[in-house]
């Protein structure tokens, strides 16, 4: 006799002057006008390339929608145009990846993605993110090599360079408001910072949200001392997070404030000598932030701007250092891994200014491929004297990949009175070897089957995985890989199997093999219990897509096979999925609209998730209810 479980959950949704080279005699905390931009632009993007000049990309020309770039030379105080993008757009996002290349993402009415390399001029295309998150969107790159694109809805999807695929992170991105016009940073403590925004020009915020990438955590940290959208934000060298400019309503702002990720504070630096609105803003690689074009007033009609200001934020007693890196260029592969595996990258941070360093702390970010075997990425040294050098060494573990593979990583030395300093360096992985280093679930119960995800390296397509312990082994079902090669999910049947402890152990087709001893434990059986959420804001705008979250897992330790989800909204709502291919079943009332979807199975443990989109279809919709239900057989006692 089996009886079916069920979960719901309802959201109930409301409608709603004289110019020159910046220098290094430039007084701290000042600003001084430098030469214009080759046009008049807002709405564009900015960004510090590897080759030390600074690139302007896109935006709107006052009128007509631009795909022109230009770049500038801090050391010569000169404009250069370089090659167009394929087509113009405004509102996007721009970042320097850690492969040197300089990415353009999104942007009004636009999920293109496209790649400028600086060494030969040229842009090429790449894989668009899933779903349109609207204009005005921001991005920063991670520590750990990976793009972050937050979207004016308030989502988050991360773009991996080396795969050159999109993850759609989910739900904390779901919780926070709409942020059009926002500016994104990566602090030097690895943490994303999301500042500001509005929604649709209406209220501008002074909120900050920090994103956590090694935890997947998203929280709220000071808020800004001025409300804005349409903001500029940049690293300083000192390590500060500065925000510049930007307004709400019907007010430009000229404010700049400095924030300080180790004290949680924000505080009031010299304003610009003119306000912007929608400009952009980057740090040269003359330790200087430079303010370029925008709006003077929050209406185009009164003006673009093409001039640019430089700001010298560097404290006035600092001192320098070096970074220096010491570790393997290539792992070459013995006995089916890496030697060695893992490997020692020793840093060398050398004060060479007149003062003593204050407070000084290394900081290694790692890519996807590289994880440290021990430790934390984050090491304090303390004062440093002048002429004095500290030395740290981090052991370092390599996953397997499929082929050769070239990996980028750096770390930062930092101090209270100093400009940070960043070192990077490359390793190459050559192929061939086979690499585990966890598995979830590790538990599972001895009354059915559990599905399980390995995480490692160099996995290929037709490898086997299965459980041993003496001489016993129990076999994976339905064994997938990822395209990347670092994880492989199966599930096994574990009715009626031995409980304890038991060996992983993976077989690529060649014949290779890795294993985890102990790593999976079979215990007593606890049948698959559902829990359920539906996550997203409780107000959207009219004819506009909102995004929301079916978030789920199992608590038992067998899997919940064969859940059934039914969605319902009103007949004047639209709604999509983000996976089409998990819609079964449709049906239209008239008055409302149900979907239902399967996903087998739901392992043990937190699955994450459904992203649904929702749209309405016609004028001054009213309040309406988002329904979900969750349902799957569970024995009775």
């Not at 069920?6 to 109930?12: E, Q, Y």
């Not at 929702?614 to 006692?637: C, I």
Request: aromatic share 8%; glycine share 12%; charged share 15%.
């Amino acid at each position: 006799m089996r009886a079916a479980l069920m979960l719901v959950g309802v959201l109930m949704i409301l409608m709603a002057a004289p110019q020159g080279t910046a220098s290094a005699a430039d007084p701290d905390d000042t600003w001084m006008s430098v030469a214009p931009m080759l046009r008049p632009r807002w709405n564009h993007a900015a960004v510090a390339g590897p080759d030390g000049r600074i690139y302007v990309i896109g935006g709107n020309l006052g009128g007509a929608i631009t795909a022109t770039v230009d770049a500038y030379t801090p050391s010569t105080n000169t404009w250069t145009s370089v090659a167009s993008m394929p087509s113009g757009r405004n509102g996007l996002a721009a970042v320097t990846g850690a492969d040197g290349r300089i990415y353009a993402i999104g942007g009004h009415l636009t999920t293109a993605v496209i790649a400028y390399d600086p060494t030969t001029n040229t842009w090429s295309s790449r894989t668009p993110m899933p779903t349109y998150v609207g204009v005005d969107i921001c991005a920063a790159a991670g520590p750990d090599g990976r793009i972050y694109v937050i979207g004016n809805d308030s989502s988050m999807d991360v773009y991996n360079l080396s795969t050159n695929s999109w993850t759609t992170l989910f739900p904390t991105a779901s919780i926070f408001p709409p942020r059009r016009g926002c500016a994104a940073v990566t602090g030097l403590d690895g943490r994303i910072y999301i500042i500001g925004g509005t929604v649709d020009g209406g209220v501008s915020y002074d909120i900050v949200e920090a994103y956590d990438v090694a935890s997947n955590t998203r929280v709220t940290v000071a808020p800004m001392l001025t409300r804005r959208a349409g903001l500029a934000a940049a690293l300083g060298p000192d390590g500060s997070i500065y925000a510049l400019g930007g307004g709400g309503g019907v007010t430009v702002t000229t404010a700049v404030e400095a924030y300080e990720t180790t004290t949680n504070k924000w505080t009031a630096r010299t304003p610009m000598p003119s306000p912007r609105y929608f400009f952009a803003a980057a740090t040269g690689a003359d330790g200087r932030i430079y303010a370029m074009g925008g709006l003077p007033f929050t209406n185009e009609s009164r003006g673009v701007l093409n001039s640019v200001d430089a700001y010298n934020p560097l404290p006035p007693t600092t001192t320098t250092m070096d970074l220096a890196l010491s570790a393997p260029t290539t792992l070459s592969v013995v006995g089916g891994d890496y030697a060695p595996n893992p490997f020692e990258l020793v840093a060398t941070v050398t004060n060479k200014g007149a003062i003593p360093a204050k407070d000084v702390t290394l900081v290694l970010y790692l890519p996807a491929g590289l994880s440290l075997a021990t430790g934390s990425a984050t090491q304090v040294i303390g004062d440093l004297p002048v002429g004095q050098h500290a030395q740290f060494t981090w052991s370092v573990e390599a996953d397997g990949q499929q082929q050769a593979t070239t990996l980028a990583y750096f770390a930062s030395a930092l101090a209270s009175n100093a400009k940070a300093t960043n070192t990077p360096r490359q390793i190459t992985l050559l192929d061939g070897a086979l690499t585990l280093k966890s598995i979830a679930s590790n538990v599972g119960g001895d009354a059915g089957p559990v599905t399980a995800t390995i995480h490692g390296g160099g996995f290929f397509d037709g490898a086997t995985v299965k459980l041993v312990k003496g001489g016993h082994a129990i076999g994976g079902n339905d064994v997938v890989v990822t395209s990347d090669g670092l994880s492989i999910t199966t599930t096994f049947d574990l009715t009626g199997q031995s409980r304890g402890e038991w060996d992983v152990v993976v077989t690529n087709p060649d014949g290779r093999f890795a294993s985890l001893p102990g790593a999976f434990t079979i215990e007593e059986a606890r049948a698959p219990e559902l829990s359920m959420d539906v996550l997203g804001p409780a107000v959207i705008r009219q004819g506009r897509k909102t995004t929301f979250y079916i978030v789920y897992a199992n608590q038992g330790n067998v899997d919940a096979g064969g859940i059934v989800f039914r969605i319902t909204v009103p007949s004047f709502v639209a709604v999509e999925i983000d996976v089409p291919e998990l819609i079964y079943d449709r049906e239209d009332t008239g008055n409302e609209v149900h979907l239902s979807l399967v996903k087998v199975p739901v392992p043990p443990g937190p699955n994450g998730g459904i992203r649904i989109t929702l749209l309405t279809l016609v004028a001054e919709a009213p309040p309406f209810t988002l329904s979900v239900r969750a349902s799957f057989p569970s024995p009775t006692p």
